[in-house]
């Protein structure tokens, strides 16, 4: 396979000679996935034009697979019955997504220009929440009848729509539509013929509902290592089903969001070498200025202090072990409590639970940090009471750290904010701050200040 800068070079150098037909012949070679990421190392001009140089079902596919800021660059310049057909040729659920990139406007113009039947199904799916399962489930699936027999279900299979996904389960319906149950699809073919889906139905059938967010069924499908789950209405209606793909990429999407929101960055919608320097500027300078502000808690508590420091200036020498075993503490349980809580071992109801625990596991680390200090503070030949005040401050600070590291991520969580938003900058100016005024607070009982 050629790898993304030796295809990048052989494209470019077709371009710049205008060999057209060497460039159709060189991508039709290629997976539209590489084609993809091609065009994202690309200015918005070349995008725009080897892509209008792809056969429609290959640029389909590559629309499909191109992230955000190159996803626009296409679809700005692009003609909209273009990209209309384009839409039309990949599966709706799909073509749902790259609407839902774009502004309202265009996209209404967009489904204006498809094809009745494929403007319905799509603008089904846009209406259901961002997110949602409704959002990302395929709709376009085999329904089958409990009546029919094995020999009418084969027959029907055989004229199915190639672009209908077939999985390794099939779902049964009721005359109403209701899911009753699943057929694998081995059970069906070694059937035989006269038997009906009724006697070969699997009644019981894990689902997820139109409303249910994307991460959840992404949970649901891990827990089950689900290929497919069903999507039913509240009436129990099937209304499609989402598939192991779509959950990779919401997997991929989440993970990269909240890698890049816990280290206090809005997420990037396309990759790091192919995001502008000013685009960088803006994802970051919110937050760097946020916590530019919040920090200014941690220089007031040491203002309070100013006449304890004076008196005993070897207190300052402490400051950055002390807030720096703090902010670790804190980071090694939010990153964990975030990871419990995203995947679902941790609910709201389990707080005592994990409360219970981590103050154990707190008071354990604590003191071991907090004996390490007394040692370091010791050897460096420091008075024993501001050695002892060193370790016990080191003891409070990862017990409360750690509790922190609990407590945030679960009741933002409970609010219906993401973690990682608040969790790793909120856990850093926090611990900052009352790291400080546990240490001078004990400073000051312990040493008399």
Do not use: C
């Amino acid at each position: 396979m050629t790898t993304t800068p030796e295809l990048r070079q052989q494209v470019l150098n077709r371009v710049y000679a205008l060999d057209v037909a060497g460039l159709r012949s060189l991508l039709d070679d290629q997976h539209p996935a590489d084609i993809a990421d091609l065009l994202e190392s690309l200015d918005e001009q070349q995008r725009v034009w080897i892509f209008s140089q792809l056969q429609l079902p290959v640029a389909a596919e590559v629309l499909d697979e191109a992230r955000t800021d190159t996803l626009l660059d296409l679809v700005e310049g692009t003609p909209d019955e273009r990209i209309a057909d384009l839409l039309e040729e990949m599966p709706m659920d799909d073509a749902a997504e790259i609407l839902s990139e774009i502004k309202p406007a265009r996209a209404d113009e967009l489904i204006a220009l498809m094809e009745p039947e494929e403007a319905a199904e799509v603008g089904q799916l846009l209406a259901y929440p961002p997110e949602s399962a409704g959002r990302l489930m395929n709709a376009d699936i085999v329904r089958l009848q409990s009546t029919w027999t094995v020999a009418h279900t084969l027959d029907v299979l055989r004229e199915v729509d190639p672009e209908i996904e077939l999985l390794a389960y099939l779902y049964v319906v009721d005359p109403a539509g209701k899911l009753e149950g699943v057929v694998p699809l081995r059970r069906l073919i070694t059937a035989r013929p006269e038997r009906v889906m009724s006697d070969l139905t699997l009644p019981s059938v894990v689902t997820v509902q139109t409303g249910t967010d994307q991460e959840e069924v992404a949970r649901v499908m891990a827990q089950y290592d689900f290929f497919a789950v069903p999507v039913t209405d509240e009436a129990g209606v099937l209304a499609g089903i989402v598939t192991h793909d779509d959950v990779i990429d919401v997997l991929a999407d989440e993970f990269t969001e909240d890698v890049q929101r816990f280290g206090g960055s809005a997420p990037l919608e396309n990759s790091y070498l192919s995001t502008p320097v000013g685009k960088m500027v803006r994802k970051r300078v919110g937050w760097l200025f946020l916590l530019f502000f919040t920090a200014q808690l941690t220089t007031t508590i040491m203002q309070l202090f100013a006449d304890e420091i004076n008196q005993v200036v070897a207190l300052s020498f402490f400051v950055p072990l002390l807030i720096g075993t703090g902010g670790n503490a804190g980071s090694q349980m939010t990153a964990t409590m975030i990871r419990a809580v995203a995947v679902g071992e941790v609910r709201f109801s389990d707080i005592w639970t994990v409360l219970s625990r981590e103050l154990a596991t707190g008071l354990l680390l604590g003191l071991a940090m907090g004996a390490a200090g007394f040692v370091f503070a010791q050897i460096g030949g420091y008075d024993p009471l501001l050695a002892i005040t060193v370790a016990l401050a080191l003891l409070v600070l990862v017990v409360w750290a750690n509790l922190m590291g609990v407590l945030l991520p679960i009741f933002a969580d409970r609010l219906n904010v993401d973690p990682t938003v608040i969790s790793g900058p909120v856990m850093s100016t926090l611990v900052d701050a009352t790291g400080l005024l546990i240490y001078f607070t004990l400073a000051g009982i312990i040493l008399g200040l």
